[in-house]
Nanobody, 127 residues
Framework: QVQLVESGGGLVQAGGSLRVSCAAS????????MAWFRQVPGKEREFVTA????????YYVNSVKGRFTISRHNAKSTVYLQMNGLIPEDTAVYYC????????????????????WGQGTQVTVSS
């Protein structure tokens, strides 16, 4: 059983930056693809970005390309999301998720294909 704990959310003005982290425990972190999703009330959970277990494959949703950067530190069992140039539309609860690489060698964008989830961290961007 893998436990994921997000941290680093908060309130930031438009144009600002924020870094959220997700610490994993209870499993072999380097065998999991990791992803960030986000959700606003009344909407479905949206894929934001993902990184493969090796770090070789990285994907972003078009709306965050050039502004967000995902990275991972396997020795620390942590995945990061650096968010720059934030806009009010980025306001959401951000969730990290883990996907076993034995099932999917490259990370996917489908929430149902992820095995473990964190509790989420709120990111609010004011205009």
């Amino acid at each position: 059983q893998v436990q994921l704990v997000e941290s680093g959310g908060g309130l930031v003005q438009a144009g600002g930056s924020l870094r959220v982290s997700c610490a994993a425990s209870g499993g072999i972190f380097s065998t999991y693809n990791m992803a960030w999703f986000r959700q606003v009330p009344g909407k479905e959970r949206e894929f934001v970005t993902a990184i493969s277990w090796s770090g070789d494959y990285i994907y972003y949703v078009n709306s965050v390309k050039g502004r967000f950067t995902i990275s991972r530190h396997n020795a620390k069992s942590t995945v990061y999301l650096q968010m720059n140039g934030l806009i009010p539309e980025d306001t959401a609860v951000y969730y990290c998720a883990a996907q076993y690489s034995g099932t999917y060698n490259q990370p996917t964008s489908v929430p149902q294909q992820y095995d473990y989830w964190g509790q989420g961290t709120q990111v609010t961007v004011s205009s």
